[in-house]
């Protein structure tokens, strides 16, 4: 069972699950007055529920030429002008599994009311996409003025096929220009990213323009940045699914010659 909550005047919701195709899952869902919802059908197209004050939409995903999971989507739809407040529950019970992984996906970017939310939420596994992808550099957050981690940053986790994230960067509270002129503190990944984006073009000078390492791009970059990467306080093994390899480190990535 997942409980998650919906908290007071949120006007819009979705939820997302995702499994692999190959298992078969019965899926069920209580409302917060404890109204039992229909099982649901995995059929294809679109199926609609009615909830107290919520309309509820859920789709049936199938497997796409790229990859093999499904994803099932639910929509949460105010009948009027407020979705039905509470902790909804969702039911999972397993007709024929063989895999037994899922995952379940709220929106991020902290645009829901601070009370919607799962009820035991798990780290693990919020990277997004194109983070996700094998031959990007993917970059998370730490806070360089604390020289601790940033509990927003997205992990990975043990489903993937590989370890993610490569490296952190300074991520909380950095300076930036703003709409209208000026200056101001910014936080999130975004603001990361940019620091290893100029770390790659700062090693591919060296590299390239230089002639000390004609052909370093792409992956052979982001090993050296992996190599150069330094620990973080708080953590003991490397590579994790917190911060990868650890610490963008420009000096450490650059090979003696």
Do not use: H
């Amino acid at each position: 069972m997942i409980e998650m909550s919906i908290g007071p005047y949120e006007t819009t919701l979705n939820l997302q699950l995702w499994k692999a195709y190959a298992d078969e899952i019965e899926i069920s869902i209580e409302t917060p007055s404890g109204e039992k919802l229909p099982g649901l059908s995995e059929k294809i197209g679109t199926q609609r529920y009615r909830a107290g004050e919520t309309d509820l939409l859920v789709y049936y995903g199938k497997p796409g030429p790229f990859q093999v999971t499904q994803e099932i989507y639910f929509e949460f739809i105010p009948a009027e002008t407020y979705l039905t407040s509470g902790i909804w529950k969702l039911y999972l019970r397993g007709r024929r599994i063989k895999e037994g992984n899922y995952n379940l996906w709220l929106p991020g970017g902290n645009i829901l009311n601070p009370v919607t939310g799962f009820y035991r939420p798990t780290a693990e596994e919020t990277l997004t996409i194109p983070s996700t992808a094998a031959r990007v550099i993917t970059v998370g957050a730490y806070d360089s003025g604390l020289n601790a981690f940033a509990d927003f940053s997205g992990r990975g986790g043990k489903q993937l096929v590989y370890f993610k994230p490569d490296l952190v960067a300074p991520g909380v509270d950095i300076t930036a220009p703003v709409p209208g002129g000026g200056y101001s503190g910014m936080t999130g990944t975004s603001f990361a990213v940019p620091f290893v984006t100029g770390a790659a073009a700062l090693m591919m000078e060296w590299g390239i323009v230089r002639k000390n390492d004609p052909f370093l791009w792409g992956e052979k970059v982001k090993a050296y940045l992996r190599r150069g990467a330094q620990p973080q306080p708080g953590f003991e093994q490397y590579p994790n699914a917190s911060i990868g390899w650890g610490r963008l480190c420009v000096s450490g990535s650059i090979p003696e010659i």
